[in-house]
């Protein structure tokens, strides 16, 4: 007999186990990819969502890493050529506000240091502190290929932005322009659309009136959300079409309290519908406005600055008051609120909902600011990228979030790319400093003198928007602009795993980019899953100190138990649960199954033991027992349903998603689910329980059970290891037929047995019985250590098979079992089974038969009396009318369980009266 493998302890140890095996994955080089490999084998590449280069791990990133994770180990089985790029983003605004902070503890401002200093000081701090977040992945078993990792301001990745500026300027899409943008005045710098994010807020609305100039008595009335404005107020519009205003047109009014004259100016902009129909004009400092007093050619009074100051800062003279000069702006709200109201030119304040654009960083509120700044023009990238998600190159998970995506890009604006800071890449633009009228240099290279006057030249101060790198990532981590081996063999991608709000800052411009400057978007397949929430279904956060820190989680229960609960409670899009004050019951899920598998593992091992197996595959059909045909075909339909669950992954014809293949796959929570239950309730409770007494015997059958039970099992670690990677290689090493120094990270996924279907048949009769013998015995409160007789009835085949599998039966249920074609006489629990083989379980000697039949009348008569009562209400019209619509179908489902259940007790207490 073979020595039982009593090399497993007890009690899973996850943190002895991880760190043994990851230095040896990444020693063995099993997450490298080779793109000569891909030569012959079918690339599947996921890049990282850069993490900012300062931050740290959160249970967001552990739950997108994870994702990730799950989906290149699987296509790594399954024997793709499987690429996940790692990196970081340099976080332009974010890092540098991170090092200003330090500077203002100092007591210093970045500006005391000069921008040399500073980038220098950044770059230090980076070099420090950045990246942490990538070890921190580690941690929690992401397998990506660290031999690639990437940062946005490398000089290599560098290289790729400057010459996307350059390729866009040529192709006439990169243009500098004077227009109102999104200023954020804590940070210092303009903002992109994207990056001024609505805030819905509680206000007021302020209604001023404007009395004509030249005949006070008549006055116009305007309402706006922000009063101190009117100072750069530079027209009334009212709608050409509006009647009530027809005279007033062309007229002019006085501005209150600086008196400026402004005129009535008719403009389709204005909704006569909405308020008083007319509009107060401020060109400088509302992007509405500025496109109004640009049709118009009026004037463009700037009256706040870039700190939020209210004062005169250009062509803004005699329009602001002395008392309001050098107030910030919420100030200099308050205070020209009573001034307008002395003037007699606040009509009423309201209460007002809406919403206001605050700064994604920092939270400021944005001042829409008359600006220089560098633009992308959209429109035709956009364009390229609608076409690929409607012509089926792109996909995107749910479903729903594609009119999302279709609507932002139709009413896209051009982006706002410069940004008045310090740490990130600069503008590639030159300009003269003799100003001998040559036109900007637009290069890829840095430039030393001019090329018109051979003068010296100074670089733009601005640096780019960081998505303005973050969009190339795809590509520029592969090492275009080259054309490389890696670029060849990797792009385009497969699947893109990020979180909704980032469609637009990042998926939409890294597939517009793609399409571009590759022809061809950079994934088929973008899935957006949910957000990791509280129980009060708040998003974690530090403002609201509701996080968790993933890394507790790991050194409390072991990386395997967070991957496992944060998997399995993922529906496609739902929002993933986690209560932060008690870590325990959150994860659960996860640390429960991870002991749950250990256990399956050290008892099953046991009973293997170390000496060889035979493969299956070479074991003759008619040598399988029932129990093996059933595990095996089991296996193939865990292996059928972990398939449909996860993929297709990629197109059909890897060139467009059809309609059908459209929403299939990534519904990771059933892929788990389906490789538990195999693994759980069918291989441990059944097959494990079953062929025990065949593994205490010796001679062949119990070679065939061995070699079964240690290929039901391979299959079982190969389906759950993307989930569970550490416990399932530690386990899979253990078993009999693994190669020596082979790892399961890098063995086959399960492939179809090709076994016939209704293999199993058989055994599932066992099953079904076992089952329904198990109930009978609950139902009628059998003592659980009392053994029952039980007959199957059954004919033809049916009967064959019961008769075979009687002992076996009996075993599992604590039954003496026998079969039969007729069903015997006298009183008996009768139960008809899925397969049409009926299960007879006499009562006589099982209970007191006197006793049972006096607790079922009671109960008869308890529940009869109920419904009677119940039935009575649903029957008065007054309650049917009266009662909610939900309530009064509450009563009648509870009518119907009710009136099942008197059934079912009748049916029973007939049986024992016979």
Known sequence: MTAPDTSLPTTYDAAATEAAWYPRWTEHGVFTADPARAATREPFVIVIPPPNVTAVLHMGHGLNNTVQDVLIRWRRMAGDEALWVPGTDHAGIATQNVVEKQLAAEGKTRFDIGREAFVARVAEFVDKTGGEILGQLKSIGASADWTRTAYTFSPELSRAVRETFVRLHEDGLVYKGHRVIHWCPRCGTSLSDEEAEFTDTNGKLYHLQYPLADDPSQSITV??????????????????DDERYQQLIGKEVLLPINGVRIPIIADSYTDPAFGSGAVKITPAHDANDFEVGKRHGLAMPVIIDSEGIVREVEGAAGRVPATLQGLERFAARKAIVPMLEAAGALVKVENHAHSVRHCYRCDTVVEPSLSDQWFVRMRPLADKALAALRSGELRILPERWEAVYVNWLDGIRDWNISRQIWWGHRVPVWYCNAQCGQ????????????????????????VLDTWFSSWLWPFSTLGWPDDTPDLRAFYPGDVLVTAPEILFFWVARMVMSGCWFLDKAPFHTVYLHGTVRDMQHRKMSKSLGNGIDPLDVVRLYGADALRWTMIAGLGLGVDVMLDPTDLEKSFAPGRNFCTKLWNIGRFLLSRVGTDPVAPVAALDRAQLAPADRWILERLDVALADCNAALGPARPGDLLEWTDAERGRGLRLSEYAEAARRFVWNELADWYLESVKPRLAAEGADREVARAVLAHAFDGALRLLHPVVPFITEELWQKLPQTPEGAFLAQAAWPEPSGNPAGLGAEFEYVREA?????????????????????????????????????????????AKVSAASTVPAGAAAQVVLASGVELVVPLAGMIDLDKEKQRLDSEIAQLDKQLTALDG??????????????????????????????????AKREALSA
């Open 770 to 814: 076992v089952v329904a013998i198990r109930q009978v015995r609950s139902e009628y409160n059998v003592n659980p250590g009392a053994w029952v007789d039980a007959t199957l009835v059954a004919s033809g085949d049916a009967l064959q098979a019961v008769s075979r599998q009687a002992d076996t039966v009996g075993a599992l249920a604590r």
């Open 873 to 906: 209400r649903l029957s008065n019209e007054g309650f049917v009318a009266k009662a909610p619509e939900a309530v009064v179908a509450a009563e009648r489902a509870k009518a119907a369980d009710w009136r099942g259940r008197l059934e079912q007790l009748r």
């Open 439 to 462: 036109t900007p240099i637009v290069s890829r290279t840095d430039v030393s003198t001019c090329p018109g006057c051979g003068g010296t030249v100074r670089q733009d101060e601005d």
């Open 223 to 240: 309402a706006t959300t922000r009063p101190e404005t009117m100072l750069g107020d530079v027209a009334v519009a009212v709608n050409p």
